[in-house]
């Protein structure tokens, strides 16, 4: 028998439990940004057995403020996974790792050049390439390519028991590679890093300019909404909008500009801006279905 999905999301709001466990033999992932912004980044990936963490850009005590927020510990952090060497995704590693063993993944040459910045950390990194898959409990992590100016740069996706996450950001382009990876995730996080026209007449030096709109610097609003309208029709349901920079966008432009993309082609999603110095509200990531069968 087919039941619309309403039925089952009344469902689940009666047995969910709040701290997140099991209903009906799934755990639901949730997420959080704990920042967001060239100042610093860090998201919290969790579904209540297995926490894992993509980037450490802000101080480690704002990473264990945030975990102790939703009732963790940095001691229960899985694994940390790293996009890429520059101090807004790395800046919180050395601290956090002084008392603790946590696996700490990232592409051969982002390890290289974490290595070289802090040599305490060497046995914590271990390398991850395009396309490998890793297993957490519940949760597997893939990684893919992007293009940044920095070696070896990495976006992931998070698969979990009832749904699955992307985490694009720090990119010129969307590779192929992240392409492939990303499509059918539930859930996406999303780079929309500036308005064109605001970053050519505003304050950067020429070839900054040209390096942020460069095929390795960052995607834009207009790249963010050709992107997120491929994914909504292939089932994605949430963006959460990320890394936007404080000069050259503002949250109100980026949300408008994809949401009138979407909109122009009949497509209504979950659209939220990541904030860039606190701790976001939770998502929860969750496979979309129209229908789904119950026997």
């Known amino acids: 028998m087919l039941t619309h999905l309403g039925f089952i999301d009344a469902l689940s709001v009666l047995c969910y439990n709040t701290n997140n466990k099991i209903w009906e033999g799934f755990f639901f992932m949730d997420f959080y940004t704990l920042a967001s912004g060239s100042s610093g980044n860090a998201t919290l990936v969790t579904d209540g057995a297995t926490h894992i963490l993509i980037d450490a850009g802000i101080s480690a005590r704002r990473i264990e403020r945030s975990l102790m927020s939703v009732g963790l510990s940095a001691d229960a952090l899985d694994a940390i996974f790293i996009t890429h060497s520059h101090t807004d995704h790395t800046s919180g590693l050395h601290t956090l790792l002084k008392r603790r063993a946590i696996p700490l993944y990232a592409g051969a040459g982002t390890c290289r050049e974490i290595a070289f910045a802090d040599a305490a950390l060497s ?25 940044h100016d920095t070696a070896e740069p990495m976006g992931y996706r998070i698969d ?6 992307g985490i694009l950001t720090d990119t010129g382009v969307v590779t192929p590679s992240a392409h492939d990876a990303l499509l059918g995730v539930d859930a996406l996080v999303l780079e929309a890093n500036h308005d ?21 610097g960052h995607l834009s609003n207009d790249d963010a909404a050709r992107f997120a309208v491929e994914m909504a029709r292939a089932g994605t349901t949430t963006f959460v909008l ?18 009138r ?25 969750r496979r979309s279905m129209s229908f789904v069968s119950v026997d």
Do not use: W
């Open 123 to 147: 046995d914590a990194l271990e390398d991850i390439e395009d396309g490998e898959t890793l297993h957490f409990g519940n949760c597997t992590v893939r990684a893919f390519e992007t293009s």
């Open 261 to 285: 993309a979407l909109s122009s082609q009949g497509l209504s999603v979950r659209l939220r801006v990541a904030p860039r110095g606190e701790m976001s509200e939770r998502f929860v990531c």
């Open 196 to 216: 064109v026209e605001m970053l050519r007449c505003g304050p950067y030096p020429y070839y900054l300019k040209e390096r942020v709109l460069g095929v390795r």
């Open 160 to 165: 979990g028991a009832d749904g699955a996450l």
């Open 242 to 259: 990320a890394h936007l920079s404080a000069e050259n966008n503002t949250p109100i432009q980026a949300e408008y500009t994809v949401a």
